[in-house]
């Protein structure tokens, strides 16, 4: 649309996710903002207009409406969005609750189904409850060592 001296980087921040489906891991992309898109642009009228009669856009983060420009984010704003997640391991997606029944799919424990008795979201792990020996016994592991059952 001719914008491109004005409007120059359009950016959906995501982060990386480890997904668990019938027990395979994989990568999956998920939105850190979902409905969000960081627009980089110098604010004029005519850039203005583009973004806003894009098709899909609504509305814009510290706009009061009734076609008032919204207000830019601060420098250290747009750095926290998009710090560098170089070297990160992927996170597990967090949806585990106590007592919940799962399965461990992998470790020396693989194939044991038991319940979810404590979740450390810092440390990411659960501890779970399993029957052993005719008896219930603590283990603790990972996020990622575990499945939900259905």
Request: glycine content about 12%; proline content about 5%.
């Amino acid at each position: 649309m001719g914008m491109e001296d004005k409007i120059f980087q359009i950016i959906v921040p995501t982060e990386e996710e480890l997904e668990i489906k019938n027990g395979k891991k994989r990568v999956v992309q998920r939105k850190v903002f979902p409905g969000y898109v960081l627009v980089e642009m110098i604010m004029t009228d005519d850039s203005w207009y583009v973004v806003r009669n894009t098709p899909g856009v609504t509305g814009f983060v510290g706009s009061s409406g009734g076609g008032s420009k919204p207000v830019p984010l601060l420098p250290g704003e747009v750095h926290s969005i998009l710090r560098d997640n170089t070297g990160e391991v992927a996170k597990p997606r967090v949806n585990y609750a106590v007592g919940e029944v799962v399965r461990i799919i992998e470790g020396a424990f693989a194939d044991m189904v038991g319940t979810v008795e404590g979740v450390n979201a810092d440390q990411q792990k659960l501890k779970v409850l399993v029957s052993m020996f005719g008896r219930e016994t603590p283990l603790e592991v990972d996020y990622g060592q575990v499945e939900k059952l259905a």
